[in-house]
Each structure stands twice: as structure tokens, then as C-alpha cells.
């Protein structure tokens, strides 16, 4: 009986994949390494391997799968099942749902990594209870995900919701992108990890530098940690942190007015620690107050396991 999906998320060091039920009911994971030396082919080979993989891991025949979803990263036109271009890879117009589908012989469904991972929190996740919400995962860039109605929002082309290359700060610190002053230069994990390592240096006397040893053992907790000890300087940097962060938040909930807005990647371990100052700051910076319409704040649920519930979503439809 066809009667479990797959749904894959598929990223630049590695592809997990997870093994569904029809319930949406995860019964098995597994993961192999990628590398964009690797090759468009081999990759795709990869991907299928890994499929099959997941399928001894979860005790069940390949021939009992109905159709699979991916999330990737890159351009994704997702009703075309291409994509568009993948920079890190250097992939440009690759058929990858027809691709893969041929190598599995199961229908496939497409969708950039982040558009997946905020269809995972709207149907599994944090995001469940609302109409509409936006996903914001915080890690080496931004991500951004927008759903309405239960149904993703990609943009013409699935060019659209680039929410890390917004300017939030005209003529600011350089992007790869080519502009400046992006969104993701202030409030991804990243910049946080720089702005930590400049205050160390212009505090020597600052307990990060007991925190993180050097500063080379920085990381996204350093400088909330010692703030949470009294620290002047992480204090500082936590707070420019958050601030920048509201900033570009206040944008999305301004353009797109959804219900929730959903805080993901390894900076939301934080909590309420960086939740409460950031939902304060995003008040102030509201068109039309939360008081008239309502807007929910909170952290993402499902942690690394978004993308593959997502894709789960994307294949069952």
C-alpha cells in the first residue's frame, strides 16, 4: 500500500530525509554528507541513495512510498520544480524535481529550504494556530518563509521573501549580495558572532573573554551568556543585536501583517532572554499597533526537523 512520504531537506553539507505516514507522523530520519565537488549527477544519485536509506531505516519497501517533497536551497521556481540558481553550488536552471523524480520514480515536489521549513511550523510547528505566519531562522544568514492561508508565498519565479537582503541600514557593512547595509550583516548569527568578537577587543577586561577563551570560541550564546552576568559590553552588543533584529522584523510585519512571526535558527535557543526585549522593540516600530490587530511573537518549534516536515507537507499536499 502507497501510503508514506518522504519529505527531504536538502542543504549544502548534508541531505536529511525523513520518512512519513500518511498522518504526518515521522517514523524514521536519516542523513548523508553532501559536497558541492560532488557534481550535479552524483548529487542527485546521492539524494536518491539516501531515500532508499531512510527506507531500510524505517522498515519499510520503496515501493510503499507515495511521493516525496524537498526543500533546497538557492532560486527555487517551485511550480516548475527548478532551480533557478544555488550560488554555494554554482547551479543554475537544474530540473531537480524531474530529475529526481526519474531517478525514483515517485512524484516530486519543490520548494526553497526556508519556504519549507515555514510550511513545516505552519502545519506542525509553533505556527499551527494561525492563518498566516512568517519563519525567520537565524543561523550563517536569514532565512525567511512566508505563509498564507496554509500555502507558501514564494514571489514570481520563486524570486521573492528574501527577507536577509533587505536594507536595514543605508550605506552599512557590505553584503556578498553586492548591496549594503542587509539585514542579515546585523542580525543573523553571524554578525552577532562579529559584533561579540569586536567587543572583546575594545573590553579586555569583559567577561567573554572568560566565557569563549578566545576569540575563536565565539559563538551565538557568548555574548547573551555574559549578559545575562551583568556584562557592560555583551549587554551592549545584545542589546544592538536585538534592536537591529526588531528592525527588520517590524519591516516584514509592516508589508506582510501576518498573524505570527516565528523566531528560528540557534540564536532563538535564547528564549525569552532574546524574545521579550525583541517583541518590546517590534511594538514600537509597528504602523498599526498590536493592540489593534494582533500580532503573536514566539519561538519556532521544530528546531532542524522544520525543513523535512515541511517537505513532508509539500509531498502529501
Known amino acids: 500500500m502507497k501510503d508514506k512520504y518522504i519529505g527531504v531537506d536538502f542543504g549544502g553539507m548534508s541531505v536529511k530525509i525523513g520518512v512519513f505516514d500518511a498522518r504526518g507522523t515521522l517514523i524514521a530520519k536519516h542523513s548523508a554528507p553532501t559536497s558541492a565537488a560532488d557534481g550535479y549527477s552524483a548529487t542527485m544519485q546521492k539524494i536518491a541513495r539516501a531515500v532508499q536509506d531512510a527506507c531500510t531505516a524505517a522498515g519499510i519497501q520503496p515501493r510503499q512510498l507515495r511521493a516525496v517533497g524537498v526543500g533546497a536551497p538557492g532560486v ?9 540558481r544555488w550560488s554555494n553550488y554554482g547551479w543554475e536552471d537544474k530540473p531537480f524535481a524531474a530529475d529526481l523524480s526519474a531517478l525514483l520514480q515517485l512524484s516530486v515536489t519543490l520548494a526553497n529550504d526556508a519556504n519549507a521549513a515555514a510550511l513545516g511550523e505552519a502545519r506542525f510547528g509553533a505556527g499551527k494556530k494561525y492563518n498566516s505566519s512568517i519563519l525567520l531562522t537565524l543561523g550563517t544568514g536569514i532565512g525567511c518563509g512566508v505563509i498564507f492561508g496554509d500555502k507558501i508565498f514564494e514571489g514570481t519565479g520563486g524570486a521573492g521573501t528574501e527577507a536577509g537582503h ?20 546585523y542580525a543573523s548569527a553571524t554578525a552577532l558572532i562579529r559584533d561579540t568578537k569586536r567587543a572583546m577587543f575594545e573590553n579586555k577586561n569583559s567577561a567573554l573573554w572568560r566565557l569563549a577563551g578566545s576569540p575563536e570560541g565565539v559563538d551565538g550564546k557568548t555574548a547573551f551568556s555574559a549578559a ?45 532572554a532574546l524574545l521579550a526585549p525583541l517583541r518590546k522593540y517590534v511594538g514600537e516600530r509597528l504602523y498599526i ?22 517537505a513532508y507537507a509539500l509531498a502529501r499536499g
Not at 236 to 255: E, H, P, Q
Open 166 to 185: 533587505m536594507v536595514i541600514e543605508a550605506g552599512g557593512i557590505p553584503c556578498p549580495c553586492g548591496r549594503r547595509g542587509c539585514f542579515e550583516q
Open 228 to 272: 545575562r552576568e551583568g556584562d557592560a559590553a555583551a549587554r551592549k552588543v545584545v542589546d544592538a543585536y536585538i534592536r537591529y533584529l526588531s528592525d527588520g522584523v517590524a519591516n516584514l510585519v509592516n508589508l506582510f501583517r501576518p498573524e505570527a512571526v516565528l523566531i528560528g535558527g540557534g540564536v532563538s535557543n535564547e528564549g525569552e
Open 289 to 310: 499597533d498590536a493592540a489593534k490587530v494582533p500580532l503573536t511573537l514566539v519561538r519556532a518549534a521544530l528546531g532542524s526537523d522544520a525543513g523535512i516536515y515541511g
Open 76 to 84: 527555487i521556481d517551485g511550480a516548475a520544480g527548478v532551480i533557478v
